[in-house]
């Protein structure tokens, strides 16, 4: 049963985050191989690193309690470029309804997705929960929790529901 549920929200997200990763102003053919991709920019590769985020976090025994010293330990460009990506959600979501556009919420949550998925796979120069500082660990925990719920709310206004384990 959680398979089948699982494959659904995975084949739902992959045909509604192709169809609104489009501008409504631009033609496409759906090739329904690219929609599936969970390397590319697709719903299931966003889902991917939704599961990712919210895995690290139960590893980790839950939600980071918010804590600003341990997030002023963050401070790689890589890190900082998630914190300002994230700034900038609420002007990207207002954009998106000005103009009656999702597209860009949708190349949003790709481009942080690709950011996280970078940070997360870099274990040398950013180890998350093998991290020895303690408050630097903190501080990544609170940045992957961040990157999980805005990845969560931007799916949400795409009507994608997300699955906390893939």
């Excluded at 103009?99 to 870099?122: G, M, N, Q, V």
């Excluded at 925990?141 to 969560?152: E, F, R």
Aim: glycine share 6%.
């Amino acid at each position: 049963e959680e398979v089948a549920l699982g494959a659904e929200r995975i084949g739902l997200a992959a045909l509604k985050y192709y169809l609104l990763k489009f501008s409504p102003r631009k033609s496409f053919e759906y090739d329904p191989k690219e929609s599936i991709d969970f390397l590319g920019q697709t719903g299931p590769y966003c889902l991917f690193n939704y599961a990712r985020t919210r895995s690290l976090l139960r590893k980790a025994g839950g939600e980071p309690e918010l804590d600003f010293t341990a997030l002023d330990q963050l401070g790689t460009d890589r890190e900082l470029e998630i914190v300002r990506s994230l700034a900038q959600f609420t002007e990207v979501v207002a954009w998106a309804a000005k103009s009656l556009d999702p597209s860009r919420i949708a190349e949003y949550l790709f481009d942080l997705c690709k950011s996280f998925a970078f940070i997360f796979s870099d274990k040398e120069n950013h180890p998350i929960a093998t991290c020895t500082d303690p408050q630097l660990r903190h501080g990544r925990l609170l940045l992957a929790a961040a990157v999980g719920n805005t990845v969560k709310t931007g799916l949400a206004l795409l009507g994608i529901e997300v699955l906390e384990e893939m």
